[in-house]
């Protein structure tokens, strides 16, 4: 654990614990203001609700190759920016609805690593928004409320030649009987996001029952270096539009 000003009185905490569990019931790290990234030694395989909640100063993460995630683990760390899940990362079971790990961050980049084969859990951004999300080419499906409780999504990139599994077509037709409108008006904000997908697949995504609902799909080489005019995150309403630059991979480069 890297804290400012070079502090290393958290390390320890590693070394004293039981090696694989950081409890759940004692969110050792909660509203601490000092630490500003985190490398989980892969002994880790399980990070406990509200761990890091509100760590206001954490700035980089990276987390083991297998790690279940408690619900709420790394909300409201607003400073936290990309993040990769490894492919052996889950969200924990024992959660409720809307207890994504980053619950209300604004990251620049989600990305999910190559070798995971499926997308699983709800609302992995609820409250939260992120500029874009990277699926690997590996995956083969992807729960159809993986989006729910995005506030914004400006780019989805997905590498994946085939289109995943995603069964959202149902699920969405169904959004007038929702109990809570804003969940799909959340979802329907992350459909407005720009899909991109490989060149050779682009036909495919376009004439699919799920991936075809998005509204604004494009092949990876008609980008090239993309220049993606995205809107401001919902706090951010009434500024004029951002221009913002990436490259194939997602990343955002120099405006």
Known sequence: VTSVG???????????SDGHNIANDSQPFAYCRTITSVTFPQSVTY?????????????SISLPETVELGQHCFAFCNSLKNVAIPKGAVMSTDRVWNGSPFWFCCLDTLEFMAGRESIDG???????????IIVPSTVKSIYRRWLF??????????????????????????????M????????????????IVPDGALE????????GLFEH????????IAQLQVGLPPAEKGK??????FDLTGRQLAA
């Open 240 to 245: 004029s539009m951002n221009r913002i630059f």
């Open 204 to 211: 495919a995504y376009k004439n699919h029952k799920d991936w």
């Open 149 to 178: 409780g995005t506030e914004y999504l400006g780019n989805l990139i997905t590498y994946a030649d085939t289109p995943p599994e995603y069964n959202i077509s149902e699920f969405y037709e169904a959004r007038d009987n929702a």
């Open 122 to 132: 709800e609302a992995w951004l609820s409250q939260g928004s992120a500029q874009v």
């Open 6 to 16: 070079g502090q290393t009185e958290y390390v320890s905490y590693f070394a004293e």
């Open 217 to 224: 799909i494009y092949s990876d080489l008609a980008t090239g």
């Open 180 to 195: 809570f409108s804003w969940q799909w008006q959340s979802l329907e904000n992350a459909m407005k996001a720009n899909l």
């Open 47 to 59: 990070i406990g609700q509200g761990a890091f909640i509100s760590c206001e100063n954490l700035r």
